[in-house]
Each structure stands twice: as C-alpha cells, then as structure tokens.
T-cell receptor, first 116, second 112 residues
Framework: NAGVTQTPKFQVLKTGQSMTLQCAQD?????MYWYRQDPGMGLRLIYY???????DKGEVPNGYNVSRLNKREFSLRLESAAPSQTSVYFC???????????????FGQGTRLTVV | GESVGLHLPTLSVQEGDNSIINCAYS??????FIWYKQESGKGPQFIID?????DKRQGQRVTVLLNKTVKHLSLQIAATQPGDSAVYFC???????????FGAGTRLFVKA
C-alpha cells in the first residue's frame, strides 16, 4: 500500500524556471493538500482540493497553481520559481470528518526544492 | 490571522520519563485539535485528535488535554522512549475538515 507518493524527491531550479510537483494517493481519499515547510518551521497550507473538481487557496497561495487531475492526483506548479520558494513541499490526503468522521491526514515523503 | 503556536521549541527528557509538549491556539472556532509527529526526513504522522467539546482524550501512551478557557493544548507521552524523538506539531482543523493549520513544532530529544 503506497499511500501518498510525491515526485520528484529532490529538485534544484534556477530563478525563473518552472516546474510541476506531482502527487498521487491510492487511498480513495476525497481531499488533497499541498503544504510547504521551511527550516525549523511548521507546515503552511498552499492549496487544497476538498473534492475532485474543486481547488481552494490556503494560507500561502501566491506564486503557485494547482490542478486536481482526477481523484488520485493533485499537482502543484511553480510558474516562475523564486529563491523564497526554497522549501520542502508535502502533499497530503484525507477524507475529512464532515464526510467520514475522522481528522487524520496522510502525508507523502516530501519534495526538497532549492531555487538558486 | 489565525495561528497555532508552541511554548517550547525544544524539549529534552530522560528515557522512561513522561514528556509534556504544550501548544497555544488562537482560533476558538476550531472543531478539532490534532497532534502530529514528524521524524527526520519524513512527512508528519497523525498521533491523536481531540474534539473541541472534550477536555481529555487518551491513546496508547499518549494523552491530549484541551483547556478552552486559556486556549491551551498539551500532549503527554508516558514512559518516553528513544523512538519518540521527533518534532511534534499541534494543529487545528475546521470548516468540515478541509483546512488543517499547523503550529511551529517542538523538537523532543530523548536521552538514553
């Protein structure tokens, strides 16, 4: 059971380059999320998708776009990378308690992104 | 804005002792409060949650206490083990469960 899978695990970009972080879950979860974690900090929500076909902004959406491709996949795109976007990015999925009565989110292993 | 924070950034305890990790929150409207554990190089893992209408919940070796009067949350780990060494995050969740907001975290060191 793979859970939440993120690719790539590591990436170095030059300022201004674009890239897409991929995320897939095999738990049939309705909701998916993208977080960033800066060194010594907590996780901040970038975007989330409550269900297939919907996406919403989180705490720090500027500079990012997302696509909920289908129920399994939720991608995060950086159109023009900036050094301030150097961080570890985590994808997560869950079936929110409104629908399933639980609060647990399952996280991927993270993508370490450096923008130089 | 809304935030969830922590009093102690690092905590060092002796193996076998009990650990208490504290957290302050600011959003009284949150439905649930959650504790996550994050080991080095990994994503966070769910430990335990507590609904906002409760003041205590127990799990295996862990207890979460919620004091809504002072907006304080704590995680108690009994008989702390080396495998408990990690960063612990408190988090709050609302709006039907779609938005989990994390605090800054506490690093727990367990001394053998």
């Amino acid at each position: 059971n793979a859970g939440v899978t993120q690719t790539p695990k590591f990436q170095v970009l030059k300022t201004g380059q674009s890239m897409t972080l991929q995320c897939a879950q095999d738990m049939n979860h309705n909701s998916m999320y993208w977080y960033r974690q800066d060194p010594g900090m907590g996780l901040r929500l970038i975007y989330y998708s409550a269900s297939e076909g919907t996406t919403d902004k989180g705490e720090v959406p500027n500079g990012y776009n997302v696509s909920r491709l289908n129920k399994r996949e939720f991608s995060l795109r950086l159109e023009s990378a900036a050094p301030s976007q150097t961080s570890v990015y985590f994808c997560a999925s869950s079936n929110p308690y409104r629908d399933r009565g639980n609060t647990e989110a399952f996280f991927g292993q993270g993508t370490r992104l450096t923008v130089v | 804005g809304e935030s969830v924070g922590l009093h102690l950034p690092t905590l060092s305890v002796q193996e076998g002792d009990n650990s208490i990790i504290n957290c302050a929150y600011s959003n009284s409207a949150s439905d649930y409060f959650i504790w996550y554990k994050q080991e080095s190089g990994k994503g966070p893992q769910f430990i335990i949650d507590i609904r906002s209408n409760m003041d205590k919940r127990q799990g295996q070796r862990v207890t979460v206490l919620l004091n809504k009067t002072v907006k304080h949350l704590s995680l108690q780990i009994a008989a702390t083990q080396p495998g408990d060494s990690a960063v612990y995050f408190c988090a709050e969740i609302n709006t039907g469960g779609f938005k989990t907001i994390f605090g800054a975290g506490t690093r727990l060191f367990v001394k053998a």
